[in-house]
């Protein structure tokens, strides 16, 4: 545990914006570290730095392994796009150890740091379980099971789940901010519809949606390591790296920058009132309350996305020119999600003619009329996963939307016994297209038409009963 902690006490003290500007000191040891003053405000912007480094790991991989970005030059996995993944690839390994770094980081502050600390307040320990309950809410989501503790018996998703829900109680309970604590609200309704408890998720998205435009974000530090490594890939790199499905081309980029690239770090929006709309909406529609969910999902457009920050955006250098496709449309194509789809515009932007319009926290092209116009359960569940997909672009979500889940990594396997054969194999549910057949589409020059090879929320609803997907109906 020292060896552990003494490498987390250099990543805390190395100076850093969004950390403080301490100096790195190799030398230090926990002992003579606890004894600094306000120990405890210098672990926790180590604990900030390394979500910020955590959502960098999560957000590139998983968005790869979905439907939403395509791997057209990076050195970044190609594999996921296929998807394959494999318990041996450094990626898997690397999530899974940013994942469990955090769950250290916020169990030691807990149990070490604030007992060190007299000056340690509610509200900071109140932070120390919201982000422990982070940790375990990633380690349900994306993986098979992941350890509970350092060479731990591999924990289920639904043990990690209720291990959130244990944390955020004590992190509501100890937090005095009204906004803070309805943050940690809605991930405690996300957390219940991971668990598939419907009811419970109900009462806590509906309390989370008395402030419609709650919002937390995540900052990044291009100065000092700790850079927005999705907006270096889909924006500042001189070479553009991943390009979206051409149906999702609206949505590009969601971080940018207009100034300095190190100066200019846009933040990730990782708990937001949309998801408490989303949820209830699903909620509503696995219960055939059918009305109810268009009236929430109609709401949800109307009182929020529309309040939402858009921003005119000179995206002119952009060629989805990485290389490993050549086929990408750059004008104002028309589109279709599938062979079988009608013909829709505004779906790819021309970026060269004129500034585009970015949404910068949450954009969808639903609109009121389609929702009125989905009047059985498939239809609307089709819209709550297709505004699902559209609203969390960029933000790591939709790997799990899709039912595809990471294997514990070889690295653990080889340094834990309790690692068992079950826990190597990825969750790649029988529906989901191989051979990157989730990025794929046809580009009809002549025809000036889009198409992509699958609309992968129809598939979706095709295979609603299968038990990886659609936590409410099965």
Known sequence: MKTFIKTIIIGVTAG????????DNPNITDDVYLTTTNVTTTWLTG?????????????????????????????????????????????????QSAIQRLRELSEYGLSIVVAADKTT??????????????????????????????????????THYNLAI???????????????????????????????????????????????????????????????????????STTNEFAPLPRLDFLDPKYYNTGTIALDQKPVSYIKSEEAYLILAEVQVSANELTAAQTTLKNLLTDVVAKRLVISLNDN???????????????????????????????????KTANINVST????????????????????????????????????????????RYPVSQTEQLNNPNVKTADLVAQIPSFIPLNKGMDDF???????????????????IANKTAKEIFPFIN
């Open 47 to 95: 604990m900030r730095r390394q979500m910020a480094l955590t959502m960098n790991q999560v957000i590139v991989n998983t968005e790869l392994v979905s439907d939403n970005y395509y791997n057209n030059r990076t050195l970044s996995s190609k594999l996921f796009d296929i998807p394959q993944i494999d318990n041996y690839d450094l990626d898997v390994n690397s999530i």
């Open 361 to 404: 926290i949450s954009g969808t092209l639903v609109t009121p009329a389609d929702i009125s116009s989905a009047t059985t359960q498939d239809a609307l569940l089709y819209l709550v996963y297709r505004m699902r997909q559209e609203i969390f672009i960029a933000e790591g979500r939709r790997m799990t939307d899709l039912g595809i």
């Open 166 to 236: 244990t944390a955020l109680d004590q992190a509501i309970a100890l937090q005095t901010d009204a906004t803070e604590k309805l943050a940690y609200t809605l991930l405690k309704a996300r957390v219940y519809y991971d668990m598939g408890n419907a009811a419970q998720a109900r009462i806590f998205a509906t309390a989370a949606m008395a402030n419609p435009l709650l919002l937390k974000q995540q900052v990044f530090d291009g100065q000092n390591g700790a850079s927005n490594d999705f907006q270096t890939y889909l924006f500042s």
């Open 442 to 460: 046809t580009n009809n020059t002549t025809t000036g038409v889009v198409t992509m090879k699958y609309d992968m929320n129809k598939i979706l």
């Open 317 to 351: 250098k952009e060629t989805r020119n990485g290389g490993n496709r050549l086929d990408y449309p750059l004008t104002a194509v028309k589109v279709k999600f599938d062979a079988n789809d009608i013909e829709r515009t505004g779906y790819v932007l021309n970026r």
């Open 121 to 158: 307040t509610n509200v900071q320990r109140a932070e120390m379980y919201f982000i422990n309950a982070y940790s375990h809410i990633l380690s349900g989501e994306l993986f098979i099971g992941l350890p509970g503790a350092n060479k731990g018996e591999v924990l289920s998703p639904a």
């Open 16 to 23: 850093m914006t969004i950390l403080g500007c301490t100096k």
